[in-house]
């Protein structure tokens, strides 16, 4: 029971606090009087996977030549500029996915020495309107002591604004929604005289808003030093063409100050990355001092000896070259050290590898091995198909491919076949179901979304023949030739029908 | 995947929202949810804004580690950008709050478009095995057994399981026929206070897999067990003119249009007739071509084309099926009783019902009059049927039969 | 072109071609219009009151026992499928019935809670969302008072979440047993599969806490169940199927009611053809129960027509009423009055005969014999039908006992086909065959089921009769005794006692059914219906427009009688629209007005060569006075056109461009043409 309650948290993110929240759980449930290492263990799990979720900046990040040092540095200048000196700057932070441009924002934020401004976070996929981007900001401003005076009247102008502002069609309308944003935006910066520095994550999505009125208007308070307190906007996106998504006014606008963020490229420091998050944290409690210290010298041990092992290399190779994405190889890594009990302290390489199996972004073939058999037949039948390059099938052309293949290898088609030889042996029962189970397979594969639907809902609506909506499969032939071989209890007819399509 | 959701029912803290998007079919649902279940409300319309304004309320402290669990997580697909809020919300509101959600779909079908939100960790709940389904089966049996009929009981779930196990892997539905089909298995066993042997065990078993094919056959089919589709989806009730409308956009949506005056003129020549292409000769020169129409589906017509080879599919059915007024009206002219035939108010009143009942779909937008399409939906083997009822042979006015 | 009058002849209430008579109210008969009035309502008003006494008594059974589903339908904790009924009737009517039957119970035992959802409930466009939303307002509005509306429905977000419901149920039915929740979908097809998947899981989830249970109305086979749902969304719901009466058993049930009935005397009676126009509307083109009392409507009507239906009370007419003898010599020409003057005199009593003969007519002895033959009349139609109940029953205790004599011994309907046709003679030696062939317990059976309904029928008499010598020739002391080689060879006697039943019954059904005894002026209250009623019951317009349009004469010569009926009108005396439609026929798909015009003009100057002559010599004023004229007629004629949707609009920008919406087949073409043209168009 505790294996599979271990493994089955089901498909979901796991962002920081909690994954520590399932091992600790997990440590509660099974063991109330810690073994020698629980404790100890569970320090190195809740920062290890404090850091591989979390975007507090990472222990001496700075210190390696990396180009994300320069970057942190750079934008550090650039908002202590602003903080300080009151100035009005803009930064446009790029950078591909997962290579650190929120850490490095971050850890500028911090870096920014301690006297008071407020930063504003807002993400373009959230925040897809001016009005929502505006009121979080109102938000934002007043939950940290801003004294917002006239929100009441701000929250009228948004609204109407807003209104404006998602119908994009009517021209009089837009030409207000600019004033007005731009009266918003300047009632809200007035809110407070403290620096404002504004993040806006997914800068090309607020490019895309109505007439970029938002961006406008931040970026002309920021340009024409509008504000006495000083105001940043640091936008980070990771398109390369950010900058040429904006208008023309609002590129005007634009200081054309853009720091670039990249994930390691060359492989030695991708292994001193990978080396360093895997490193035990420093410590200060001296509850258990001497479990640490043990603890410790044996937990870098086994990362040493994990840096030697070749399936650990062969992990780490397969993560730099498919994407070298720290957040991928922090995902690959988080499962294993969640895992870890004080019972097995130490995990192996091959959980590594297991890990990085399971976190291959397309992998659908583990819900084959649970299928019922003639969805497999059906699903083999669905290749035999597209091999003969039609893509698009609908049930009848499944089912007719079905009993040819039927006819072809059992000679005596019996239903009845079924319970009688699997009774004996599963493993080479032969038979031919009736149209009605493979009807019901078929439904189950559509459920999966296995199979996906091609006809227009309306179709359905309207009551098309489910035997007759086009499908197509959203199954890749090795994927399937992997399941085949998984699958024990297939018939060996069944099995050698799921090779023969090459 | 219920077992999983049972035990984070258990382990998570009391206030989790577990948010079923079956129930909770919108967007303002799932918020709806999830903000009751933390206690805590936000001011707005907008659902996303909404949910980040009620949680970031909660923002204080962040001892607390809160859970959200989403069950059927494909859905969310439909829900906007729920989904990419619900991912990057500790982000945002700064506080703990992990996200979990169960699918039994790949979290492929649901990734936002260029990486708007980060991959979750994916993991995958193992199949279960056999034995454990076997266990399980056994864990809840049915109250009423007593002591002694525990081993046919076992003997039951042995030769559900293995005669089953092929066809269905979902626990709870092999749970539900283990009972349902527990009386019939026990029912030879007369006296319910004696414990019998192995051999009566086998005996039960055996003249229960004689008598349970119908139970093993429905399993994972979409049936009852004693339903036959052919038989039940047979328009009954339909009036004779329905019936023989139904025919007619059989043969209209599986002809082509070009061969409708050779397959059904009424001069029935059986010359034009014996030249349609057998299916099979065509069959080895177009291999590789589209498939036969009949596994195709069924295509578009006309209404007007509908109304004519309905018209002249009266001449052909034989006559103790036709009413005697329109055996009337065929005996004097045939082209006025077609004509008068069409027009007729119950035709298209039937024509009405028959797509209202979904007997045949209307494949053009509901508001257009003139120039109706539909499309037959109904399959061979009921058209067949019908025909036969009419005393005609489909296959002779089909073009190509295969 | 005789179906083209017919069809023609729709436009007005009766074809001269017809009956002799012109059925008119100038006739001289102070009171017998109303007299006809006043019988035709009561007699429709009685036919319809019988008619739906059996068919609620029908849908009654099927109600009941939906009802006893929904209510034995397991608890929460017993089954998670949801409990679905599923009620499958030909016709939505009757499930209307059924459903309302179903509040009717549900009044009594408050165990239910009701709400019936068409589609109209799920939106125009329907979807999940406004159908839940009149899923919980409904039942909050039906159910919870005005306060608890209030207090469950705080926003707009609430209505649309059935989570309030949930609560709602929650809080107000705390005791132990609380009522089940009913869902009622009427027209299931109609709502689009997806979104009933949608709501079946959705009130799966909801199983859990509330017991729900679900009545889907489907108006075509059970199969449309798994024609449109997939497997996942069927093994969530636990369906039991109650049906509705087939088609075939309301048409039997209701006609064999109103008609061959003897607890119930109709008014009037069926004739052969009445019967088959009854059983072709019904079978063939429209098989509600709606329909079939309109089309006996249509037949009353039609029957009350007839002048003779003046007679039909008879009680009512005197003979200073009618004065005019038309009337009676109308009657007197009656096709029964004179195949009965035809049969020998000694059939038939000389008093009658010779006032017949005489043609004394309005005599006050011919309007006594016709009420005394009206009692003649009403009495044999008793016996027939007594004779015929036996049959039936004869015929369905055959059914019951031999296995394949469906094959031989045709249904209910088929015998009462031949009965109005006459033709049972076959049948009735056919059944009776199967009686002498049967065993001691058999006829015994049979018989006592005649004796034990106590009335004073004759046929129950004579099961009586043959009963009583059936007890004491084979019985001792209630014992139906058998001889020892019972099995292997019948006993002699017993198998001469069936032969004489046998005699006996078929005496009994020749006299009463086989051999049809002949009243005169029997038309009168026997509903005889020529054979364009089913234009009316069934009109087919369209076809009856492009006649008339082509052929003005036809309609025309029907209310005019200087119009004659067969030679083409002249293009100067036809109307103007049928001018136009018919260069509207020669026209291509899309055509101009202005050439429509012209085409127009040059039919009618055609028409008209002298007036052209003459216009020649005109001057220019009255040229354009007369195109002006022509003009206003011609604009006239192509609205009436318009509205009678031949033609639409072609091209958006020109207004002058009509495009044809209706294509004529000319003469010789058949509809494989039709079919042809179709196929090119495509």
């Known amino acids: 029971m505790t294996s599979k309650r271990q493994r089955s948290s089901p498909p979901g993110r796991l962002h920081n606090k909690k994954s520590r929240v399932a091992v600790a759980v997990s440590d509660d449930t099974d063991d109330a009087e810690d073994a020698d290492y629980s404790a100890p263990l569970r320090h190195l799990q809740r920062s290890l996977l404090a850091t591989f979720y979390g975007w507090h900046a990472q222990p001496g990040d700075g210190d390696d030549g990396s180009e994300t040092a320069g970057t942190i540095s750079d934008l550090t200048g650039v908002l202590r500029g602003s903080v300080e000196h009151g100035e009005g700057n803009s930064v446009l932070v790029v950078g591909g996915r997962g290579t650190g441009k929120t850490l490095a924002v971050r850890s500028a934020l911090a870096a920014v020495p301690t006297r008071r401004f407020i930063p504003i976070h807002l993400h373009g996929s959230v925040h897809t309107t001016d009005k929502m981007a505006l009121r979080e900001m109102a938000r934002q401003i007043r939950a940290q002591g801003g004294t917002v005076t006239s929100l009441d009247a701000l929250q009228l102008q948004v609204d109407e604004n807003g209104e404006g502002g998602e119908s994009t069609e009517h021209p009089e309308h837009t030409i207000d929604i600019g004033q007005s944003t731009l009266t918003a935006l300047l009632t809200l910066l007035a809110a407070s005289a403290l620096p404002i520095v504004v993040v806006l994550d997914e800068f090309d999505l607020f490019a895309a808003h109505a007439r970029q009125a ?289 | 995947m219920d077992f999983t959701l049972d035990f984070l029912k258990q382990a998570l803290p009391r206030n989790t929202p577990f948010v079923d998007s079956n129930e909770a079919y919108n967007a303002r649902l799932v918020v709806e949810r999830v903000l009751s279940a933390f206690g805590v409300d936000g001011d707005s319309t907008n659902p996303i804004e909404r949910l980040i304004d009620g949680l970031s309320t909660l923002n204080g402290g962040d001892s607390s580690k809160r859970f959200i669990v989403i069950s059927d997580a494909h859905r969310l697909k439909s829900y906007g950008n729920l989904l990419i809020a619900l991912q990057r919300l500790p982000e945002i509101i700064n506080s703990p709050l992990t996200l979990i959600l169960t699918s039994n779909q790949p979290y492929t079908t649901l990734r936002p478009t260029n990486g708007l939100s980060p991959d979750p960790i994916v993991v995958n709940i193992p199949s279960v095995t056999h034995k454990d389904i076997l266990d399980y089966l056994i864990l809840n049996r049915p109250v009423h057994i007593g002591e002694n009929l525990h081993n046919s009981y076992l003997a039951l779930c042995n030769f559900i399981m293995s005669s089953t196990l092929a066809l269905n892997t979902q626990p709870k539905e092999l749970l539900k026929i283990t009972h349902k089909s527990w009386p019939t298995f026990i029912h030879p066993w007369k006296e319910l206070s004696a414990r019998p042997s192995m051999r009566d065990n086998d005996h039960l078993t055996l003249t229960f897999s004689k008598i349970s094919k119908g139970v093993i056959q429905s399993i994972n089919s979409s049936l009852p067990d004693h339903m036959d589709l052919l038989q039940a989806s047979l328009p009954t009730d339909l009036t004779r003119c329905a019936q023989l409308l139904l025919i007619a956009s059989y043969l209209a949506s599986y002809n082509p249009p070009k061969k409708d005056i050779q397959m059904l003129s009424i001069s029935s020549d059986k010359r034009a007739k014996r030249y349609r292409p057998r299916r099979r000769d065509i069959g080895l020169s177009k291999q590789n071509k589209k498939p036969a129409q009949n596994l195709l589906g069924p295509k578009n017509f006309s209404f007007d084309r509908w109304l004519h080879i309905y018209g002249s599919l009266l001449h052909f059915v034989s006559e103790s099926t036709l009413t005697t007024y329109s055996l009337n009206n065929l005996k004097n002219d045939s082209r006025v009783f077609t004509d008068n035939e069409l027009g007729q108010v119950d035709v298209l009143q039937n024509i009405a019902h028959l797509s209202r009942i979904k007997m045949v779909q209307r494949t053009c937008p509901s508001d257009r009059l003139d120039g109706m399409t539909f499309k037959c939906a109904i399959g061979y083997h009921v058209a067949s049927n019908l025909a036969k009822s009419f005393g005609v042979k489909l296959h002779e006015f089909l073009w190509d039969i295969s | 072109m005789e179906s083209d009058r017919s069809a023609v002849s729709v436009t007005r209430r009766r074809n001269s071609a017809q009956s002799t008579y012109l059925p008119s109210f100038e006739w001289d008969v102070n009171g017998g219009c109303d007299g006809r009035l006043a019988a035709f309502q009561q007699s429709r008003q009685s036919l319809h009151h019988r008619a739906r006494q059996v068919m609620d008594t029908l849908l009654e059974g099927v109600a009941d026992n939906a009802l006893s589903v929904l209510q034995k339908s397991p608890d929460v904790n017993e089954e998670d499928a949801i409990p679905t009924c599923v009620l499958v009737s030909h016709e939505p009517s ?384 209630g014992e139906i005794k058998l001889n020892t080689n019972e099995q292997s060879t019948r006993d002699p006697d017993f198998v001469e006692f069936t032969q004489t039943c046998a005699e006996e019954w078929t005496q009994h059904f020749i006299v009463n059914l086989v051999e049809e005894r002949l009243i005169p002026f029997e038309e009168i209250w026997r509903v005889g219906v020529s054979s364009d009623l089913q234009m009316l019951v069934n009109p087919s317009p369209r076809h009856a427009i492009l006649t008339a349009l082509r052929y003005p004469q036809k309609l025309l010569g029907q209310h005019y009688p200087e119009i004659s009926l067969d030679e083409a009108m002249s293009s100067d005396n036809a109307p103007d629209t049928c001018l136009a439609f018919k260069c509207y026929i020669e026209a291509a798909r899309v055509f101009n007005l202005s050439d429509w015009f012209s085409a127009f003009k040059s039919v009618l100057e055609s028409g008209s060569d002298q007036s052209k002559k003459s216009k020649k010599r005109k001057k220019a004023g009255d040229e354009d006075e007369e195109t002006i004229q022509l003009q206003a007629r011609f604009t006239q004629a192509v609205n009436e056109l318009d509205s009678m949707g031949f033609v639409k609009k072609a091209s958006a920008r020109n207004r002058n461009i009509v495009a044809r919406t209706v294509f004529m087949h000319v003469e010789g073409d058949d509809d494989e043409k039709g079919v042809g043209m179709e196929t090119i168009a495509e």
């Not at chain 1, 819900?367 to 497999?376: E, K, N, R, S, V």
């Not at chain 3, 909050?140 to 709602?168: G, M, P, Q, V």
């Not at chain 3, 049930?253 to 072709?280: C, K, Q, R």
């Not at chain 3, 009618?322 to 029964?336: A, E, F, G, T």
């Open chain 3, 94 to 477: 009757s499930n209307i019935v059924i459903l309302r039957r179903l509040d009717q119970l549900n009044q009594n035992t408050h165990s239910l809670l009701t709400l019936e959802l068409g589609w109209q409930d799920f939106g125009s466009n329907p979807t999940l969302q406004s159908g839940v939303k009149s899923i919980v307002l409904g039942l909050l509005s039906k159910y919870a008072d005005d306060d608890a509306h209030k207090r469950y429905i705080k926003s707009a977000l609430n209505s649309t979440d059935f989570n309030t419901i949930h609560k709602w149920y929650k809080d107000s039915y705390i005791q132990d047993n609380p009522p089940k929740l009913v869902l009622t979908l009427r027209d299931f097809e109609a709502l689009p599969p997806p979104m009933v998947q949608d709501l079946v899981s959705l009130l799966t989830h909801y199983r859990k806490y509330i017991p729900i249970n679900l009545v889907l109305c489907i108006d075509s086979s059970p199969a449309a169940i798994y024609r449109l749902l997939p497997r996942y969304t069927i093994i969530k719901l636990a369906m039991t199927q109650v049906a509705a009466p087939s088609a075939n058993t309301t048409f039997e049930a209701i006609i064999g009611e109103l008609f061959f009935s003897t607890t119930y005397n109709s008014p009037i009676t069926l004739s052969s053809s009445a019967f088959d126009v009854l059983y072709d509307t019904f079978n063939h083109s429209h098989n509600s129960f709606e329909h079939l009392l309109h089309t006996l409507d249509m037949q009353l009507l039609d029957h009350f027509f007839q002048p003779y239906s003046i007679f039909f009370d008879t009680d009512a007419v005197s003979v200073e009423s009618i004065k005019d003898d038309r009337v009676w010599r109308y009657l007197l020409s009656l096709p029964s009055t004179i195949s009965y003057l035809k049969q020998g005199r000694e059939a038939v009593d000389r008093k009658l005969c010779n006032e017949l003969l005489a043609e004394k007519v309005n005599s006050e002895g011919l309007l006594k014999s016709l009420r005394r033959l009206r009692k003649v009349f009403k009495q044999s139609v008793d016996e027939e039908n007594d004779a015929f109940r036996a049959l039936q029953h004869l015929r369905s205790f055959i059914h019951s006992v031999v296995p394949d004599s469906k094959d031989f011994l045709p249904n209910a309907k088929a015998q009462m086909q031949a009965k109005t046709h006459g033709d049972l003679a076959k049948i009735v030696d056919k059944t009776l065959q199967s009686v002498s062939l049967m065993s001691k317990a058999q006829l015994y059976e049979w018989l006592s089921g005649y004796a034990d309904t106590k009335s004073s029928m004759k046929s129950d008499q004579l099961a009586t009769k043959q009963l009583m010598s059936f007890m004491d020739k084979f019985t001792a002391h």
């Open chain 1, 214 to 502: 938002l961006l406008y208007c931040l970026l002309d308070c920021a340009q024409g030093g509008r504000r006495r307190g000083g105001l940043a906007v640091v936008g980070t996106t990771c398109r390369f063409d950010a900058v040429d998504m904006l208008e023309k006014r609002v590129k005007s606008r634009f200081s054309q100050r853009i720091l670039h963020v990249s994930s390691p490229r060359t492989w030695t420091a991708w292994c001193t990355l990978a080396r360093k998050s895997l490193s035990y944290p420093h410590v200060e409690d001296v509850a258990h001092a001497k479990q640490l210290d043990k603890f410790k010298t044996q937990w870098d041990a086994h990362v040493e000896r994990l840096f030697d092992d070749t399936q650990f290399e062969l992990v780490l190779k397969m993560l730099f070259d498919m994407l070298a994405d720290i957040p991928a190889l922090y995902r690959v890594f988080a499962i294993p050290i969640a895992n870890a009990t004080p019972e097995k302290a130490f995990p192996p390489a091959k959980e590594f590898l297991g890990a990085y199996a399971s976190q291959r972004p397309t992998d659908t073939f583990y819900l084959l091995d649970t299928l019922p058999l003639p969805a497999i037949a059906l699903v083999i039948a669905a290749k035999q198909i597209s091999a003969r390059d039609m893509h698009t099938f609908t049930f009848e052309l499944v089912n007719k491919e079905y009993d040819d293949w039927a006819r072809r290898t059992i000679y005596a088609p019996t239903a009845a076949s079924v319970d009688m030889n699997a009774m004996t042996n599963p493993r080479i029962a032969i038979s031919v179901w009736p149209r009605h189970i493979l009807m019901g397979a078929f439904d189950t594969l559509v459920l999966l979304n296995l199979f996906i639907p091609v006809s227009s809902a309306s179709a359905l609506a309207s009551g098309e023949m489910r035997e007759y909506a086009t499908h197509r499969c959203a199954l890749e032939n090795g994927e399937i030739r992997q399941a085949v071989e998984k699958r024990r209890d297939l018939p060996t007819s069944l099995y050698k029908w799921g090779h023969s399509w090459n």
